[in-house]
């Protein structure tokens, strides 16, 4: 079945806040254009590209999702049903409700939101043989499957360590927190969210020289006037327009 959620050509909030890359560079990675209009002004822009992408645990800039994605490569779509509240972040304690691992509890690694997976450390694991060849065996390693958010795996509620289904929902104060259904106390979402491939957390990241410094951020370089570019040339200069137009007609 084909995918029906908005995912279709996009990732996951979630699943890219740990590489810190910029949207746009994420799109220009993503995009597969196999034909285009000529760049002359009397051609519509027009694109033939690829409009449907299979995502994995491969984020999108990678040379494993070109190749799963390669131009003419059949896919098999699995319908994911969107979640318009993501309940799961890095850092979570969570329960395993399936598998050989079923009742154990570990913490969230990974998040694949366009799938609607979540990697546990060290749980759920299955053996990998790499590097064999003609003169090598190979060597067997764990490495830990996805988890289905919505059946596979539940949040722990931190005041008894039992697993619970959780609720959004609003404090006096006006701020969203997850709620345990069965005890009603808050789980908060762990500092560990905010953590990236640059940094630990926002506050402790060091400037770097090539960086945009936020005073450079605040600074403001453009203000909007009701003017030509060549007027606001003039002012600048202190250059005062003189001369008299000559009369023209429109018709």
């Not at 909030?13 to 993503?30: G, Q, T, V």
């Not at 509620?157 to 006006?174: F, K, L, N, V």
Request: net charge positive; charged share 30%; no cysteine.
């Amino acid at each position: 079945m084909r995918l029906t959620s908005s995912l279709l050509r996009r990732v996951g909030e979630w699943s890219k806040k740990y590489s810190n890359l910029p949207d746009s560079y994420i799109n220009r990675a993503m995009r597969q254009v196999y034909w285009r209009t000529p760049s002359k002004p009397n051609y519509l822009p027009r694109t033939i590209e690829r409009k449907q992408f299979r995502f994995s645990i491969y984020r999108p800039w990678t040379t494993e999702f070109h190749y799963d994605n390669a131009p003419g490569k059949k896919q098999k779509f699995i319908h994911v049903e969107p979640i318009k509240d993501w309940s799961f972040f890095r850092g979570d304690r969570v329960e395993i409700l399936v598998g050989k691992d079923k009742g154990k509890q570990g913490i969230v690694k990974e998040i694949y939101q366009e799938r609607n997976w979540v990697i546990v450390e060290g749980l759920n694991t299955k053996l990998i043989k790499n590097m064999k060849n003609k003169n090598f065996p190979g060597i067997y390693m764990q490495k830990e499957q996805p988890l289905l958010v919505s059946s596979q795996v539940q949040l722990v509620d931190p005041s008894d360590m039992q697993g619970t289904a959780i609720e959004w929902r609003y404090t006096e104060s006006g701020d969203k927190v997850r709620v345990s259904v069965r005890s009603g106390r808050i789980i908060p979402i762990p500092i560990s969210s905010k953590e990236t491939i640059d940094y630990k957390l926002p506050q402790l990241y060091q400037e770097q020289p090539k960086d945009t410094t936020k005073a450079d951020v605040e600074k403001v370089t453009f203000a909007p006037a009701l003017k030509t570019f060549e007027m606001d040339i003039m002012e600048q200069m202190g250059i005062k327009e003189d001369r008299v137009p000559k009369k023209f007609y429109w018709y």
